[in-house]
């Protein structure tokens, strides 16, 4: 009986741990932030190993390309959730989609500016690609949201 109960106590453990997902955020206000301020807001949700270090720098040259283009649009929000299965960025703010590469900067017929920008971007991730990568107008600005897999 005993047994059973510490069975049955261990499974359900297992099971609700499965769907825990961990969470961290981090305020850019600056053009100097550093690969290791992401890394370390990053790794707060327990992602690790090659998917945080491969999806950490590509990150940080985005980001500031972000800043660097949009200095005077207010702070950068960046949302990092991790559940053992996926490893998602959301990066929001205030602002025109960065200009990432000669190839992004023209415009191509049949696709639309963001589809132009995916392009460019997939330039920045080369060791690792997001398996979902969507990006929102919202207001002034700009919500793009990347999606890896664990």
């Known amino acids: 009986m005993l047994s059973t109960i510490a069975i049955t106590a261990i499974i359900l453990n297992l099971v609700f741990y499965i769907g825990r997902k961990s969470r961290s955020q981090l305020t850019i206000n600056e053009v100097n932030i550093t690969e290791k301020d992401i890394l370390d ?3 707060k949700t327990g992602v690790e190993g090659a998917l945080l270090k491969n999806a950490t720098l590509p990150l940080h040259n985005l980001l500031t390309l972000i800043m660097e283009q949009n200095v005077d649009e207010g702070p950068i929000e960046v949302s990092f959730s991790y559940d053992q299965t ?3 960025i959301i ?8 200009q990432i590469s000669k190839e992004a900067s023209f415009k191509v017929d049949n696709l ?4 132009v920008y995916v392009l460019g971007l997939s330039s920045l991730f080369r060791d690792v690609t997001p398996e979902n990568l969507a990006i929102q107008k919202k207001g002034n600005g700009y919500l793009l949201k990347l999606r890896f897999s664990a």
């Open 91 to 98: 990066i929001q703010y205030q602002g025109a989609l960065p």
């Open 86 to 88: 996926f490893f998602d």
């Open 41 to 43: 807001s990053a790794a």
């Open 112 to 115: 639309f500016e963001d589809q």
